[in-house]
């Protein structure tokens, strides 16, 4: 079989090294270098340029090296008819929760304020309220989201979780669809996304719903950029209706030299780490994934690429 490699270029070398420590009898080439386009069987991605993929005639499967495929699909010419596998790896869910936990007990135990005081040589003491009485509320509900609110409902917060679709999931208040939004939203005091970039979640969080928070919430943005209106949200964080933001993801990656996130004392920035896929053991369950699929058994993880995930 033969696998081309189109991932950030620092990585791709490392990639086949570990593919091929797994699956000798791999056929690996990195983009650009494809060869004849018509002997490429399957790609493994990131992010491909537009109509790349539209170029390889005998294509029978892509694999997607992230948990979110949005940028895959953002190529118009996608070809549809070839399934898309998106990242499953219970590595990335622990990444993830890990990263949303600290991020909401920063909050939680007031870090962020104590850093501020911090730089004023301030000694002022607060007291805060219990985990029982800040409620957590998590948009999206797939392996990612679903582990996080999981790990949230153990650290003791009252947690909602909401999807287009209903779930259930021990220990945390689900809702769904449309009708299930303003419910989820209503007086939540810090709010995670982590729902996938599709055309009905871009722009989701936008002035409406930073207003059914309650006042002095916190947001968090752990899924794509676009999710997000910037200006909306940089509007809730001055009006106060928003107390601070950790953004680990933005619409222009990097982030631009010169944006006010970089300097808002009430925004944390990271530069999207909050979980990244490992090679050490993302490779193993892509060549386990393929070795079934030649073997007579079904793609494992193929997107829905009417729904986007
Ligand atoms: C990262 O953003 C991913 O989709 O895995």
Redesign the pocket.
């Given at each position: 079989m033969r696998l081309l490699i189109n991932t950030p270029t620092e990585d791709a070398e490392a990639w086949r090294a570990q593919f091929l420590a797994l699956a000798p009898e791999l056929d690996i080439r990195i983009w650009p270098d494809a060869g004849p386009v018509e002997e490429i069987d399957v790609v493994f991605a990131w992010r491909t340029r537009a109509g790349d993929l539209a170029r390889y005639p005998r294509l029978r499967a892509v694999f997607s090296l992230?948990?979110?495929v949005d940028g895959l699909l953002a190529d118009p010419q996608f070809p549809r008819h070839v399934p898309l596998v998106r990242?499953v790896d219970p590595n990335?869910a622990v990444l993830m929760a890990e990263y949303v936990a600290a991020a909401v007990l920063r909050y939680h135990c007031e870090l962020d304020r104590y850093q501020a005081l911090q730089a004023g040589q301030r000694w002022e003491k607060h007291v805060r309220p219990f985990a029982c009485e800040r409620t957590v509320g998590v948009l999206g509900l797939g392996e990612l989201g679903t582990n996080a609110a999981r790990t949230l409902a153990a650290l003791g917060f009252p947690v909602r979780g909401w999807a287009r679709s209903a779930h259930a999931i021990d220990g945390v208040h689900t809702f769904a669809g449309e009708a299930g939004l303003p419910a989820f939203l209503d007086a939540l005091q810090v709010l995670v996304c982590l729902l996938p970039l599709t055309p009905h979640t871009r722009g989701l969080l936008d002035a409406r719903l930073f207003a059914r928070l309650a006042p002095g919430a916190f947001v968090i943005n752990v899924a794509r950029g676009a999710h997000v209106v910037e200006r909306d949200l940089l509007a809730a964080l001055d009006s106060g209706q928003l107390a601070g933001a950790t953004l680990d993801v933005f619409d222009t990656e990097p982030l631009p030299a010169g944006h006010p996130y970089w300097t808002h004392p009430r925004v944390l920035v990271t530069p999207?780490i909050s979980?990244v896929?490992s090679l050490r053991t993302a490779a193993a369950l892509v060549v386990d994934n393929l070795r079934q699929w030649q073997a007579g058994g079904r793609l494992r993880n193929v997107v829905d690429p009417e729904r986007g995930y």
């Open positions: 992230g948990a979110g990242m990335l999207h979980s896929t």
